[in-house]
């Protein structure tokens, strides 16, 4: 396959007019328009991306996927995740009594969905991964190779889950997710349980003292960043303006009960409300995920030799971090993962071949319209025997 005549981002502030060459789900070849270099032979499949600018497959870091058909809940802030838990768990009431009817591969299906209309390649889902519905024809990739706990709090043996993770895995939990004294303090708990080193992927933080971060920096433990969650649950959110100037950090949707919706509301609030310059953010959702996750197939970047995790926006007067913080759901016109197209704008599908487009239905999201490799109509009736009209996925409306 070749993608031929687009603008290709070569990192967070330049893009280049360039071809590339798709085989076997990998980056082949990526050819400048200006290059001397003679074509290669006349690829199976030729789509035209003239007006478009190509970015790498965006990398969520933390969601929940199973969580994202539920409403936003409860009345913060609060002191801590435990307390907001322990107010919003009413599963024998309405809206919870309802939403957690829907089978569970159900919803896990509609969070793929939610992460793949908002351009992510890559996700971590917070929780085991589920092989019988992540390992077939899931629309998005499901980070398959971590170990994790849900927090000190809600794990029964966290040294054994840390002693448990794969070599050279992370090892990924909430942690510090208050503003207590308690939540200030579980960083050194956790150091003290064994399991703080360069592994350690800490999903919120926003607890941290100063010298809780130190002793992070000092066992290089990473951070994964959610401020629409913390801002709705906590009031309060980490100092990522700061942190980022000499770390990497990564961007997480979490889950639509305490979000704003998809990853890029985050990376919207990370830039326009959190003052986070472009570029920055920008590498929160492509190469500094990709090393915090410890991905290994080249995701977070458009190279020869790395996944062809791929999407497409319209070409703009800006760079690629600025294009990016300024997108919405509607700018996004193609998905692609290793290579094979998973969402496309009525203006893709005319360009792309139709042999390639099988499996594919059409959804409607806020207005948005756009065909994707899923079963819409057959998930949408399985929501709709549980949940009355409109259904929405991470506070969006959906329809066929």
């Known amino acids: 396959m070749r993608l031929s005549g687009g603008r290709v981002a070569v990192d967070s502030r330049t893009a280049i007019r360039a071809d590339i060459d798709i085989a076997s789900g990998r980056i082949r070849k990526l050819v400048p328009a200006d290059s001397s270099e003679p074509p290669d032979e006349i690829p199976a499949a030729h789509v035209d991306f003239k007006n478009y600018l190509i970015l790498p497959g965006l990398i969520n870091a933390h969601d929940h996927l199973e969580f994202n058909l539920f409403p936003r809940l409860g009345n913060g802030p609060y002191a801590n995740y435990e307390d907001w838990a322990n107010d919003i768990y009413r599963p024998d009431r309405s809206p919870l009594l309802e939403h957690l009817s829907i089978p569970k591969h159900v919803r896990l299906w509609w969070g793929g969905i939610k992460n793949l209309l908002c351009g ?3 996700v971590c889902h917070h929780n085991p991964y589920e092989e019988a519905v992540f390992g077939g024809e899931f629309p998005v990739r499901v980070l398959r190779r971590y170990g994790w706990a849900h927090s000190i709090a809600f794990e029964k043996d966290l040294p054994l889950a840390f002693r448990s993770t794969e070599t050279g895995a992370p090892f990924i939990l909430h942690l510090a997710e208050g503003t207590d ?15 703080l080193d360069c592994r350690t992927v800490i999903v919120h933080g926003v607890g941290l003292t100063a010298d809780g971060h130190a002793l992070r920096r000092q066992k290089g433990a ?11 649950t906590i009031g309060a959110t980490i100092d990522a303006r700061s942190i980022c100037l000499e770390e990497k950090v990564a961007l997480g949707s979490d889950s639509a009960l305490t979000a704003r919706g998809d990853l890029l509301d985050e990376i919207h609030a990370a830039n326009n409300e959190e003052g986070v310059d472009a570029d920055a953010v920008y590498a929160m959702v492509t190469e500094s995920a990709a090393a915090i996750l410890r991905l290994r197939d080249g995701e977070g970047r458009i190279q020869v030799g790395s996944v062809a995790n791929l999407i497409a926006v319209r070409e703009q007067d800006a760079s690629p971090a600025e294009t990016l913080v300024q997108a919405d759901l ?8 290793a290579g094979k197209p998973q969402l496309l704008s009525a203006e893709m599908v005319r360009r792309w071949p139709q042999s390639l487009l099988e499996g594919f239905e059409w959804i409607t999201v806020e207005g948005t319209r756009r065909m994707v490799r899923a079963p819409i109509g057959h998930l949408l009736a399985e929501v709709s025997r549980y949940l009355s009209a409109p259904v929405r996925l991470a506070g969006k409306e959906i329809s066929i």
Not at 181 to 195: H, Q, T
Not at 222 to 232: D, E, G, Q
Not at 330 to 337: A, D, F, H, N, R
């Open 120 to 122: 992510v390649t890559t």
């Open 222 to 232: 990473s951070l994964v960043w959610c401020p629409t969650s913390n801002r709705f």
């Open 181 to 195: 004294e308690r939540s200030k303090d579980e960083i050194f708990a956790l150091n003290r349980l064994g399991a």
């Open 330 to 337: 509607s700018q996004i016109e193609l998905v692609l993962i």
